[in-house]
């Protein structure tokens, strides 16, 4: 009598590993996506649908080209200012609070700033001889004179809008205006903090004090007429009123 075979213990299910193409769906769903927000067609490989879930919806952002720059007049390039400040820099010429020598004195610096820097390398010889170069040679024009350019450097420093770094030399406050990158311009700054003592509260310095405040005062009229255009404007004035 032939012996019956051992009994097998029964097999257990094996554990199937995904194939390929069920582990590639939800990539192929983003390639798909992703094809049709491009204009492209791309093969779809699997089913779309994983389980109850599906991709609706993938979105792409375009950056700025790199290599695109800005349209600007002239061969000097362009700057960066403060909104508030050109706001604030008409404000105060209505409100007499700056000259316009001083406004004049400013703006030429401010655009005359090496890139990257915040410094403009001008004398006052050149600051002046620049402003007058429109009118240079008409003799009766009158022009702005190197004192007072002297002045309105002086002021300006007073009011924190700049500040003398050497013979020929007038940083700006960066942060109201400046020639250059952002990550330049914090490097200019913090060259600036380190001159604020340690443990002083840097709102009262340079650069980030930024003056005249708005009391009412009269400035001293003595550049390019706006003395005499005042006089002329309040004698009609006086006229109209008897």
Known sequence: MTAEPPS???????TVRPTTAST???????LGMLGEQLGQTLQRAADPVVGK????????EYGDEPSTVHDMAGP?????????????????LIANE???????VFL????????????????????TEGLNKLIAADPNARKISRPTVNRAIRRLGE???????????????????????????????ADMEKDIPAGENKANRFPYQ???????????????????????TLARRRRRTG
């Open 8 to 14: 097998r213990n029964p097999r257990r299910p094996r």
């Open 24 to 30: 590639d769906v939800v990539g192929n769903q983003l």
């Open 53 to 60: 879930r599906k991709v609706t919806r993938v979105s792409v």
């Open 76 to 92: 000097l390039g362009y700057s960066l200012a403060s909104n508030w400040f050109t706001q604030r820099l008409a404000q105060l």
């Open 98 to 104: 700056i000259t316009r020598s001083q406004l004049c």
């Open 108 to 127: 030429y610096v401010a655009g005359g700033q090496k890139r990257n820097t915040g410094v403009a390398e001008y004398t006052q010889q050149e600051i």
């Open 159 to 189: 009011i924190g809008w700049v500040e003398q770094v050497g013979n020929g030399r007038t940083r700006l406050n960066v942060r109201l205006w400046f020639h250059g990158g952002s990550a330049f311009q914090h490097e200019v700054l």
């Open 210 to 232: 930024i003056g005249p405040e708005l009391i009412h005062q009269h400035p001293e009229q003595l550049d390019l007429g706006l003395a005499i255009e005042q006089t002329e």
